[in-house]
């Protein structure tokens, strides 16, 4: 595994910020809060960005900070440093000489292409932002464009326009204008690759991951006393029902019903955190009181917040995906595929919340910790069904790879990958992953380099009839 670059001078922290989701990320430098960053956080276009946003921001700011600390001239300290490009050197190759030494103190390793591409764009955003509003030099100012540089933005412009809603207004003239110019410093460019090894969960370690992973170390006549339910059923919804590793987290125990249409199968509705409804009658009036679930957690639960707001261990991020309910309800319905899971998810749904459920909690969610001590009860947490799937796949002989497909995210994959072979339509597709553009489950239906060559072997025996080869591949074989 690649080492990453870590803070030297400075430090970053998430402080808790009323009417913010998640909070805000502060970076802490010798002179306290660095409040120019703090400002760029704050401005339209950043204040409702993501604390992931935000994170990675602070990361390529910080980097740069300690880079210009580390380089700044002894005499005169104050001086800028204006070389861009001896800053993109310094991630690129590293600070680290041949014999482990580092005068810069920074001990950096080198970095990625694609880890430098996003930390010069979070800087180029931030110097612009610092030009504006302090009326300094820009860092990276924009020059004309090579020939090849215009080209490739023109052909970006083409193609964004393309998948536009505006598309018949054609190009903007600002557009054009950004399009002639470029950085004049920039990121080694990575070069493109052809996926033929997506990162899809192997169907050959999925039966082993359910039958022996999750498998328990008793031996009890009750099926929760032989598998941990739980993390079989997060792992269900992963495969067979495409959410992402996070989704399932945000689940409360009432949102599993049984499906009118199809008794005996489950139906799991995958309510927006914050603006999904919830009802329930009051205890004191007996009214039946309809609220946004970010009203039900916080005046039910003594001020609990959606998980997606959390800046704590239990935190639980939250993509904004396509429902298919919209207000006041607000939810997503998981799609069964094959559809027999469904009724496999909803006897083990009843299982857990009969035999392993905890009663009298103080949250609504179905999924918890069961590890005995203080925390049991409480919300499960991301990291630790992480660990536990790892634990899992330790036990199959499996090592958990990105590459390979084998982390939990490899299972949505396997899931878009289904429905391709199986021939579902796009449409019908994006809306089982519940993407909001066709464009986004490209990645998920790419086809791997098993399948490219068995299409290849079919293409051959079509074009065996109009080319024939076979005299000529004889004669090769023979000599």
Known sequence: MRKLVTPRFHDAVTIPTVGRRGGIRVVITDGGPLLPLLGFFLIPKNRNKSLEW??????????????????????HPSRPITYLSDFVQALLSGTIGADGDDPTGLYWPPSSWSRISETLSFVNAFSDYCARQFDTDILNPRTAATFHERLAAYRKLDIRNEHSLLKHLGISRVAKEQAGLARAVQSPKSPMVSDLNPPRFPPTALNSLLSQGYRRGGAGQRLSDRYNLRDVMICILQRFGGLRASEPFH?????????????????????HPELGRFSYRDALSGEVIHATRTEFLRDRYNGLVPRNQRTDKKRAGWKELMLDVGPPHYYAVVRWFPSFWGKIFWTLYQTYVREVLPSKLDHPYLFVNLDKGESFGSPYSLSAYYGNHAAAMDRIGVEVSKPEGTTSHGLRHAYGHSLEVAGVPDKIIQVCMHHKSLNSQGVYTLPDALEVSRALEAGRSVLAETEDFQSFERMIIAA
């Open 251 to 271: 689940l409360y125990v009432t949102d599993v019903l049984e499906n009118k249409n199809n008794p005996g199968s489950a139906e799991v509705r995958l309510y």
């Open 54 to 75: 935000q994170t990675k921001a602070c990361r390529a700011v910080g980097c740069l900070y300690d880079y210009l600390y580390a380089v700044r001239d002894a005499k």
